[in-house]
């Protein structure tokens, strides 16, 4: 039996006002800060209810965004980066402005576009310690950084890292016409079974890596 206070009874669904929008348990919504200059908070909703005199509540929990947390951003935390915190509230249901996605970060990276409304979320955020889970992340490139989506990072086809464009020596628009990518130390690697293709270690002079090709 679900456990309701007295005079309140749980409502399946909330239809966001002056849209069709409806929001259920488990769907994640922006709501409108006290303050109209920040951007819309995103809470992932456990709950809708509605007391005696029908105001309609909503049991959330708090998505936090990176400037929120202790620690402030880093620079691996994209634009659309949420933590998922432990911090519940309930608020007025009026408050909800819309709907979003919160994807998990491997969804989220393999998005065709990401619109307004998608988000991101790879850590849960105790808001009283600042604690993260998990609290090691792979990391990858030279710079041993983790992985912002934000960032275009090419990947090389001997070790299969990614690397960012600046931190081996290329520019954003040649990397993005490169079809084929060898790190440095996969290409002065002679192993005749790795591909062949190799990065140029002197600047590119048209931007495109001709694929050598593999005799057999
Ligand atoms: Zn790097
Ligand atoms: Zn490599």
């Not at 060898?182 to 002197?202: A, E, V």
Request: charged residues 30%.
């Amino acid at each position: 039996m679900a456990k309701t206070r007295p005079g309140r009874r749980d409502l399946d669904s909330y239809t966001i006002r002056g849209t069709n929008k409806v929001v259920r348990a488990g769907d994640c919504v922006l709501m409108r800060p006290s303050d109209n200059n920040t951007a819309p908070y995103v809470a992932l909703v456990e709950k809708i209810e509605a007391d005696n005199r029908s105001n309609i509540k909503v049991r959330v929990q708090w998505y936090y965004r990176p400037e929120e947390s202790m620690g402030g951003r880093r620079q691996f935390h994209g634009a659309k980066e949420l933590f998922l915190s432990d911090h519940y509230d309930v608020q007025s249901a009026h408050t909800i402005e819309g709907k979003c996605t919160v994807h998990s970060f491997k969804n989220y990276t393999k998005l065709e576009n990401v619109g307004t409304e998608d988000y991101y979320c790879r850590f849960e955020y105790k808001a009283a310690t600042g604690a993260f889970t998990p609290d090691r992340v792979a990391v990858y490139c030279k710079c041993e950084m983790p992985y912002n989506p934000d960032d275009l990072m090419v990947q090389c086809e001997g070790c299969k890292d990614w690397y960012h464009p600046a931190c081996v020596n290329m520019t954003i628009e040649q990397a993005k016409m490169l079809d084929h990518f060898m790190c440095s130390d996969c290409s002065s690697d002679n192993d005749i079974k790795k591909p062949q293709n190799t990065y140029p270690s002197s600047p590119l002079t048209n931007g495109k890596v001709e694929p050598k090709r593999r005799k057999k």
